[in-house]
């Protein structure tokens, strides 16, 4: 019998394996998943090597979000052993002077609050696209992801975000087949942003989903479903 290839899928900042819920559903009878554990350090290469000590000598790999990030730097250490990648409402860039501070401000209030709050109501709009803000179902679950986290692994997660270094420079190595996949209406990270991104990525496809924001894994998952499918079929012949 043959083994089954492994995908591995990093989620975002306060986020857990239920980020990939569907997925990890559509593709568990034909992938080995794994769902990288990006809660235990504060620097994004130890985070990128924790993954790799617990990935088999091949994956493809997908990231949302900061585990976009974390991708992007597994790809800086070891891109022989990627087969696939997928960058989903990431970006290789820093944060800009404005969000380097706000985030900086806000892990200085949480440092000090007595109560974690995580991901509240005020948060939500530039999380989920508006269609998406009466859905009670999806907003419980996002608040739990953040609760399951916690203040700990949050203030260990901003601090590797604030002291990540641009990958801009690293894009032009990929070869893999690449799939950079965004919601149309993100606030967090315009889409203009991620097309750029895989512009700079030689095997990159790019696809954006419409009515989606900052979350399409789990906002529109049926959609995401499809695009893994065919980026995971293709290979690096015809990745273009």
Known sequence: MTEKPSLVLVPGLLCTADLWRDQIIAFENDYNIIVADHTLDDRMPAI?????????????????????????EVMRQAPDRVTHLAIMDSRAVVDSPEEYKK????VKLVERGTSFKGVTESLL????????MQDEDLKQRIYKMADDVGKEAFIRQETALLERVPLTE???????????????????????????????????TYEEISHCGHLPTMEA????IEYMRGWLSRSVANSN
Do not use: W
């Not at 985030?103 to 806000?106: A, E, H, L, S």
């Not at 709009?125 to 998406?132: A, G, K, M």
């Not at 190595?173 to 967090?188: H, M, N, Q, S």
């Open 48 to 72: 990128a090597q924790r993954l790799l000590e617990a990935a088999p000598p091949k994956f493809a790999l997908a990231g949302l979000s900061m585990g976009g990030c974390i991708a992007l």
């Open 103 to 106: 985030r900086q401000d806000f």
């Open 125 to 132: 709009p530039i999380l989920i696209h508006p269609s998406r």
């Open 170 to 204: 690293s894009l032009q190595y990929i070869t893999c087949p690449t799939l950079v996949l965004c919601g149309a209406e993100d606030k967090l990270i315009p889409a203009q942003v991620q097309q750029e991104m895989a512009i700079e990525i030689p095997t990159a």
């Open 221 to 224: 998952p049926e959609k995401v």
